[in-house]
């Protein structure tokens, strides 16, 4: 299992190189349980989570973060309709490559975690992490970074800001 505080660790990632004022946005991808989608609705974005099966309803308190928050349940593809500023991913399975060739086609910034091997051209991979990654920038272009996140387990978040 990974880090327990590794929402947080990337919603800090998300607010420090997509600021709000820029993007005010975030379509977040693959979170389940909403523990990013809070994390980022905390911190003042406007965040669309589509996950087909949420695992999980956050307690919102009050409802203070609620106005910031929308649920689609649907899969995530590639063709998705992408409306908000940025997309976004957590370890979102099979949804990782699918997340790339939305923001490409759409022209739009993302930021993805990748996990494990799962969905379209993973088996490409054939179970190396540099290759992954590799693949997943060729989707992408070259404008695509990578940092490593302060947390333990998969860590590594592929993004472009452009």
Same mark, same amino acid.
């Given at each position: 299992? /990974?880090?327990?505080? *590794? ?5 800090r ?8 004022? !820029?993007f005010?946005s975030?379509?977040?991808? @693959?979170?389940? #349980?909403m523990?990013?989608a ?11 989570v589509v996950?087909p099966r949420?695992? #999980?309803?956050? @307690?919102?308190?009050?409802? #203070?973060w609620? $106005?910031?928050?929308?649920? *689609? ?5 590639g063709?998705?309709? +992408?409306?908000e ?12 490559s699918?997340? +790339?060739?939305?923001?490409k086609?759409l022209?739009k910034?993302? @930021?993805?975690?990748p996990?494990?091997f799962?969905?379209?051209y993973s088996?490409? @991979? !054939?179970g190396d992490s #540099?290759r992954?990654?590799?693949?997943l *920038? /060729?989707?992408y272009?070259?404008s695509?970074?990578?940092?490593q996140?302060?947390?333990? /387990?998969?860590?590594l978040?592929?993004? $472009? $800001?452009?």
């Amino acid at each position: 299992m /990974g880090d327990v505080g *590794r929402n947080r660790v990337f919603a800090r990632f998300i607010e420090t190189n997509f600021p709000k004022r !820029r993007f005010p946005s975030v379509c977040c991808v @693959a979170d389940g #349980k909403m523990e990013l989608a809070l994390a980022l609705a905390q911190r003042g974005y406007h965040v669309t989570v589509v996950e087909p099966r949420m695992r #999980k309803t956050p @307690a919102f308190g009050n409802g #203070k973060w609620q $106005s910031r928050l929308v649920i *689609r349940r649907e899969v995530f593809s590639g063709d998705s309709d +992408v409306p908000e500023s940025v997309v976004i991913g957590m370890h979102p399975d099979e949804a990782t490559s699918e997340i +790339v060739l939305a923001a490409k086609r759409l022209s739009k910034p993302f @930021a993805v975690v990748p996990c494990c091997f799962k969905g379209r051209y993973s088996a490409d @991979a !054939r179970g190396d992490s #540099k290759r992954w990654l590799a693949i997943l *920038r /060729g989707l992408y272009g070259s404008s695509t970074m990578t940092t490593q996140l302060n947390m333990t /387990g998969k860590n590594l978040v592929l993004f $472009s $800001s452009r």
